[in-house]
């Protein structure tokens, strides 16, 4: 189980018998994580989850960093290159490395950054198969959907916000990329924003079908990381639905 200690919003956590972590990337400034608890040693490269958080302010992006090969899970509002570019450069990687860029939905605040990253990057870009056709690039994307594997990373379809919206589940740490499905940004782990959905009953579902999943951490689109209880937080709210 994870250390009782470490709240939600903390860097590193613990999972099963290695360390996870999530690194918070504000702006152009990358916060050094603290250093582990005095029970634990400190983390090895190698024990240190690889992803990545970028903190756009009002939204995030992330970055999974495997070797010398990176993909970036959404891209931030209109103009938010530059940060996400900062981001790389903290991981101690560049635009160079990255491969795979997925897109969880085609809302602005998650693709604003399409247009200009789709000219320094040669990468594969991939969104939603039924979300594509209302993203306006040149950038090629590719369709995906539920069963489809990007960088060994499990696209999950999370209808709802958006007819297409889907969520990035990486398999080797149980860490969910949640886009809107999920956010965190009202204090705690809630559903999509009303305001903003397109179907609430298909988003209902979806909440449901990922409380079924083995998660260790939420990466919400909207508020910081859920760390701690991740799968107990997400099947409370499964319950709390109609």
Not at 99 to 108: A, G, P, R, Y
Request: with cysteine; aromatic share 4%; hydrophobic share 40%.
């Amino acid at each position: 189980m994870p250390d009782a200690r470490l709240t939600r919003r903390g860097l590193f956590f613990t999972a099963g018998a290695g360390v996870l972590g999530v690194a918070v990337l504000s702006g152009c400034d990358s916060a050094k994580p603290p250093p582990a608890p005095p029970s634990a040693p400190p983390p090895s490269p190698a024990e240190v989850g690889a992803w990545k958080r970028v903190d756009l302010s009002y939204v995030s992006a992330y970055l999974l960093v495997r070797g010398n090969e990176v993909a970036v899970v959404d891209l931030g509002t209109p103009g938010s290159e530059a940060a996400i570019e900062e981001g790389l450069k903290a991981a101690g990687q560049s635009w160079a490395a990255v491969k795979h860029v997925i897109l969880t939905h085609q809302h602005d605040d998650h693709v604003g950054g399409l247009a200009e990253v789709s000219k320094v990057v040669r990468a594969s870009f991939y969104a939603g198969i039924l979300d594509v056709d209302s993203i306006i690039t040149d950038a090629g994307l590719k369709p995906v959907k539920q069963g489809d594997e990007v960088f060994g990373l499990q696209i999950i379809d999370t209808p709802g916000h958006t007819l297409g919206h889907i969520s990035v589940f990486d398999p080797s740490n149980g860490v969910l990329v949640s886009g809107d499905a999920l956010r965190t940004n009202t204090g705690s782990l809630t559903g999509s924003d009303p305001r903003y959905t397109t179907d609430p009953v298909r988003a209902a579902k979806s909440v449901k079908k990922l409380a079924k999943m083995d998660i260790k951490a939420i990466l919400p689109g909207h508020g910081g990381p859920v760390l701690v209880d991740a799968a107990g937080e997400l099947q409370r709210l499964a319950a709390s639905l109609a």
